[in-house]
């Protein structure tokens, strides 16, 4: 993380809020990747959840040297091997786990939480996805949050939210990540600023709706301006993920659509990048 104290506040933090109460990575020891959908209480997607679609849509942006990141270095690629010289092609990168778009498992926030290769198939493939629309109030208020009258909104016009859906964020903020400076937004005060997730439509959705999980098409659930993180120890701590740095999310509908997570099951991943999909 690259703002003053970003770490030690996420470590204090979760060592208060979350620490003492999170032991589902004992709970989840033993059992198979197939039965951790279940172990959490997140329904199984039915057989016409995960049937072929008639359209399909990437949400991922290209992972490229140079990718505006929260913290760290961004990418970086050099090439090793080329066709002409050494008869086939191979790069080697270097880059933080949270590049470009990519999956925040609970282990990223929450000590002994579920790292990359616990999170079950099921979680992954043929699972509901929904949009909510803020684009509006972006263009007003680059700070600003999903609140949980636009959930109210959402489901007046479209009807409930799916249980284990993902519930994605459009803020139209993608046009921004060619240009770090604009993607990240440091305003005068030396913080980030642009939208997110408000925690009380996190915990509704928890509490509520049994979700897999939330993605954004921003740099983080937070919103920018966030110093104690409160959506990521909400979520995270509940067990379920959060997706980051989408895109295309208004080029799919805003209800009917099914997701699938590439995710690679890193050795120890506190998340990752992954290719993520729509399709209805």
């Known amino acids: 993380m690259c703002l003053a104290r970003t770490v030690e506040t996420v470590r204090d933090r979760a060592a208060v809020e979350v620490g003492p109460r999170i032991t589902r990575r004992r709970l989840l020891a033993g059992l198979g990747a197939a039965g951790a959908a279940a172990a959490v209480g997140l329904p199984l ?12 849509r990437d949400l991922t942006h290209v992972f490229r040297a140079g990718f505006p990141v929260y913290g760290f270095d961004p990418p970086a690629r050099q090439t090793l091997v080329t066709v002409p010289e050494d008869g086939f092609y191979s790069q080697q990168w270097t880059f ?3 590049t470009a778009t990519h999956m925040d498992a609970p282990g990223h926030f929450v000590e002994g939480g579920r790292l990359s ?13 929904v949009v909510i629309d803020i684009s509006a109030r972006v ?3 680059p700070d600003a949050l999903v609140r949980r009258k636009d959930l109210a909104a959402f489901e007046r016009e479209h009807g409930p939210i799916p249980e284990g859906a993902i519930v994605c964020m459009y803020s139209g903020w993608e046009t921004r990540a060619g240009d770090p ?21 996190v915990e509704w959705l928890l509490e509520n709706r049994a979700i897999t999980g939330i993605g954004v098409d921003t740099l983080s659930l937070d919103n920018g301006p966030s110093q104690t993180f409160d959506v990521h120890l909400a979520l995270l701590g509940a067990d379920r993920y959060g997706l980051e740095n989408l895109r295309n999310l208004s080029r799919i509908p805003p209800t009917g659509a099914t997701a699938y997570v590439g995710l690679i099951p890193w050795e120890e991943g506190s998340g990752g990048p992954c290719r993520v999909i729509a399709t209805w």
């Not at 400076?181 to 439509?201: E, I, K, Q, S, T």
């Open 45 to 56: 997607p039915s057989a016409a959840a995960t049937r072929a679609r008639g359209r399909v």
């Open 117 to 129: 290769p616990e999170i079950s198939p099921r979680e992954l493939v043929g699972v509901p996805l």
């Open 181 to 201: 400076d604009a993607y990240r937004n440091v305003g005068d005060d030396g913080l980030f600023h642009f939208p997110g997730f408000g925690l009380p439509a």
């Open 96 to 98: 933080h786990e949270h």
């Open 139 to 141: 263009a007003e208020n």
